[in-house]
């Protein structure tokens, strides 16, 4: 997941939501090289741009022109010594990311733009062939050890560049629109994302041993990924393969899934049956799920999901760092991410070339 020092920078990415860390971790299996630079800005060295829609927390991935400090003279200038190799009408959008500088975006589009028409290029706010986007972003940057310039260092920062992919946020409803709703249920944006993560995508296969409504399957097949889910409960069972043929089933092209009743902790399946795994753990509020205690039934799902597949991504209300790696894991990454004052959830992205599949290094 972390990038090699001094990759060279060919794209800006614009992040969303609040947790810039987080947000490149998942950006890194649409971009190669990605690089946190500022609030809400990363950069990359490539991106696949048949996946940048596919992502949850990217808004767009732009091919870089240049890039200078916070401020719309250094934009102008940076922009005024920038090679423009294309042709057509233009327009500039300038974003404050979060409200982070005192830049005026109104000024900046009006400067920016102004650069390009003395340049030769016709402005059309409406319907241009290229759009430049402006991002000015300051701040102390996110740290955490798992993602490249994520180091708590100061930034002051704008990107100058033209959109190249942006995301589509094609996600399911949200769980309570669903035909099948329970309550718990997990927002569609990070499910998107934790499936992302796990690999999910088109000719890849994505199992969840623990599906229960079926929030991480449904956003697997919105993605074109083949979708294999399991629970304990009947009812979870039925009511995951109503979401699904709700909704993947409408999409073109709908890849393949299928639901089944079945124990985490001993799945149906052979070896390397999956190309990735993702489940949210039952709660430490439960004691006690079907047959087994709560540390027994985590443990024994994250040995099977090592046994079927080579990455896993599991979310749950505690670290389960330990059970991963008695289960042959190597932690790749460890969020911890708030949903309101009363839980936290703990995000692990997991290598299993720990175990079987050879050595990796584990850098928590």
Known sequence: MRPGAGSRVVYWLELAGEEDAFAAAEAATAAAGVTLLAPGVAGAGSIDGAA?????????AHEALARTDAAVDAAVAALEAAPLDRTGT?????????????????????????????????????????????????GERTAHD?????????????????VAAEGARDFAPKPT?????????????????????????PGRTLLDPMCGTG???????????????????????RGTRENLREYVDATADAPDWHVLRGDATALPFRDDAADGVAFDAPYGRQSKIARHELADLVSG???????????????????WRREARAAGWAVAAAFERRVHRSLTRHVLVLD???????AVTDRD
Not at 301 to 319: I, K, Q, S
């Open 90 to 138: 233009v327009a500039v959008r300038a974003r404050n990311v979060r409200n982070t500088t005192d830049v005026s975006t109104s000024a900046a589009e009006r400067e920016l733009g102004g650069v390009l028409v003395d340049r030769g290029f016709d402005v059309d706010l409406d319907d241009p062939d290229h759009v430049l986007r402006a991002l000015f972003a300051a």
């Open 215 to 237: 929030g991480l399957p449904l956003e697997a097949g919105l993605v074109g990924a083949d979708a294999i889910a399991c629970d304990a409960q009947r009812k979870m069972v």
């Open 301 to 319: 799902a994250l040995a099977e999901a090592e046994r079927v597949a080579p990455r896993a991504v599991v979310v749950a209300d505690r670290d």
């Open 177 to 201: 629109d669903r035909p099948f709703f329970q309550p718990g249920s997990m927002a569609p944006a990070d499910a998107r994302a934790y499936v992302n993560l796990a690999g999910a995508a």
């Open 146 to 162: 798992a993602v490249d310039g994520a180091d708590g260092g100061e930034a002051s920062v704008c990107t100058l560049g033209w």
């Open 352 to 358: 299993g070339r720990a175990g079987r599949h050879g």
């Open 52 to 60: 940048i829609p596919r992502l949850a927390y990217t808004r767009a």
